[in-house]
């Protein structure tokens, strides 16, 4: 477990964090939260960056902070790799150098993926003999991914890697990260205020507000709750689904997931893969009969569970069973009188589209 | 075409301006470090005692290195008991009067550079594993050290004139301590020194156009190296 807790108030009357958490110490714990509400400071204190006024951060049984006992490792001891928004490269070494800073400073012994194989990965082959002012900015990130890896850190921070690109340069990178995310063997935590990137990479879920912590765990179950104003307001609010690609015809897709299957026209890769699908709330709906005639071929038999209150008093959302899987539906109040709608009753949804992220497991 | 004195004259104002900056680049760089980024009591003591060089006339910090450093002075009595060693009226010891004079002029510059390293360029190297003098000679160092040389370069030529701090404490004694300025001074108050005075003041501004090019070019390579548009 990475266990996080900590309090800090920047000047007299300034911003307050009191913020924590323990996440699984495997896999991608994304800090998701608007601007502002002490994502970065998380970040600053678990690196060593920011002293807090009190705190206690763990690795497993590896102590980094804890003020009660006034242990508090500086940054250089604490093996955090961190990925800053800036990059942050050297700009008198060369790429390789900027690579190899964090490696050869490394203990002797630790285990980590190689320079090669960290340069293969991040496919920075062609960059080695540069200076990172003839980078360009996805580049730089790149670089500053590998150099952060190869520290063989215990833990890999990520400040919001991606929010100083443009839209290009964000998709030129996030397909390499979801590569590093998948062949790292250490915990990251990654911060971030973009949901798609969320879909991208996360395994579990840390959502901030304001300085605290407002709920922690996995994704799939975060997105699925409707109690949380800052998932359940968005328009993007709905459900993360895994699914594998059953599949390909005519460009056509069918993805399985546990309790149906679902059809799009979005490049999903060969059948056989694994991803994860945001069915969005305000892209579901409900008819109590079958429906005929209709466009769209993406109808499933469900059983509605609950019907929950939305954000919009006019509105609600309903939780959806199709087998083991749930789904979220919005509807008007108006829609839900109209249909007589109550829990147990048998609906079809209406799937009108499928957003697809970029995580891939190799096939099944 | 010159006389050997006026060599003399020559040969000294650069051995002399040359040990000044090697005697106070390191001292320099630990003090604009200090002021740049120490937290502690007596900064702003620190930074005037650094600058009076400045404002206090040269000949009274002569003055001050002759009562500091003279053969019965507090700092001058044991050099002499315990080393022999003698700074007043000789090289040495005009090339100390320089190095106090110009101190300022490289902490400023120092300074200056230091404030343009990216103190989130050392945070990421704390990240990667570099302790404090590693990361201060990896990262810190490479990247103020056009600072560095723009301070160097300005104490060399400001040393090269320097005056009053050195009739000062090291007199006026030809092949000894007559670098440039004490010579063309000299010439002046010689009947008939006016041609020497005319050629040796045409070499120190032969000496600090020189210089200055020299300076520029070295900027430019290295903000090369350094990765910065030049």
């Known amino acids: ?364 | 075409m010159l006389t050997p004195e006026e060599w003399d004259a020559i040969r000294l104002s650069l051995a002399v301006a040359t040990r000044s900056v090697a005697i106070s680049l390191v001292p320099a760089v630990a003090v604009a470090w200090l002021l740049a980024r120490g937290r502690f009591p007596g900064r702003m003591l620190l930074d005037a005692l650094v600058h009076l060089p400045l404002v206090v006339p040269p000949v009274v910090v002569g003055w001050a290195l002759l009562m500091l450093f003279g053969v019965r002075g507090p700092i001058g009595a044991p050099l002499d008991a315990w080393f022999g060693i003698r700074l007043v009226f000789t090289t040495e010891g005009a090339a100390l009067a320089t190095a106090v004079m110009s101190f300022p002029l490289i902490v400023r510059a120092v300074r200056l550079g230091l404030e343009n390293v990216d103190p989130g360029l050392e945070a990421a190297a704390r990240t990667l594993g570099a302790g404090p003098l590693d990361r201060f000679a990896t990262v810190t160092l490479p990247l103020m050290s056009p600072g560095i040389l723009a301070g160097a370069v300005t104490a060399f030529a400001a040393g090269l004139g320097e005056f009053g701090a050195v009739i000062t404490f090291a007199s006026n004694i030809p092949g000894e301590t007559q670098t440039l300025p004490l010579a063309i001074y000299a010439a002046t108050q010689t009947p008939g020194g006016e041609a020497m005075a005319a050629r040796l003041a045409l070499i120190s501004f032969a000496l600090a156009v020189a210089g200055l090019l020299l300076a520029e070019v070295i900027a430019r390579r290295m903000h090369l190296l350094l990765g910065r548009a030049g």
């Open chain 1, 1 to 364: 477990m990475i266990e996080v807790a900590l309090r800090h108030r920047f000047g007299t009357g300034g911003f307050a964090l009191n913020a924590a958490f323990s996440v699984p110490a495997t896999g991608v714990t994304a800090l998701f939260g608007a601007s502002g509400c002490g994502k970065s400071t998380v970040i600053a204190a678990i690196a060593g960056l920011l002293r807090p006024r009190e705190g206690r951060v763990a690795i497993g049984e590896r102590l980094l902070l804890d003020t009660a006992s006034r242990i508090c490792l500086p940054p250089e001891a604490r093996r955090c790799g961190v990925v800053f928004q800036d990059a942050r490269l050297f700009p008198h070494m060369s790429v390789a150098t900027n690579l190899r800073y964090g490696l050869r400073r490394a203990p002797t012994g630790e285990q980590g993926p190689g320079f090669g194989e960290v340069v293969e990965l991040l496919g920075l082959a062609p960059l080695l003999d540069r200076r990172p002012g003839a980078l360009s900015g996805g580049e730089r990130q790149r670089v500053a991914l590998g150099r952060a890896l190869l520290a063989r850190p215990r833990l890999l921070l990520m400040d919001e890697p991606l929010a100083a690109l443009d839209a290009p340069r964000r998709a030129e990178v996030l397909p390499f990260l979801a590569r590093l995310c998948g062949a790292a063997r250490l915990p990251i935590l990654y911060v971030t205020h973009a949901l798609d990137e969320v879909d991208a990479l996360a395994d579990h879920l840390v959502l901030m507000e304001a300085g605290r912590v407002v709920a922690h765990g996995a994704v799939e179950e975060i997105s699925a709750r409707t109690d949380l104003p800052l998932l359940s307001a968005r328009r993007d609010a709905g459900v993360l689904l895994p699914c594998t690609v059953e599949h390909v015809t005519e460009g056509v897709a069918v993805l399985g997931f546990a309790g149906g299957t679902l059809r799009t026209a979005a490049h999903v890769g060969p059948p056989g893969t694994r991803l994860r699908m945001r069915l969005r709330a305000r892209d579901v709906a409900v008819a109590t009969e079958e429906p005929r005639g209709l466009s769209t071929s993406n109808i499933l038999p469900v059983t509605l569970a609950a019907i929950l209150d939305a954000p919009e008093p006019a509105e609600a959302f309903l939780r959806l069973a199709a087998g083991p899987s749930l789904l979220l539906a919005r509807v008007t109040r108006e829609s839900a009188q109209r249909l007589a709608l109550r829990e147990g009753m048998p609906l079809w949804a209406l799937v009108k589209a499928v957003t697809i992220d970029h995580r891939g497991g190799p096939p099944a």
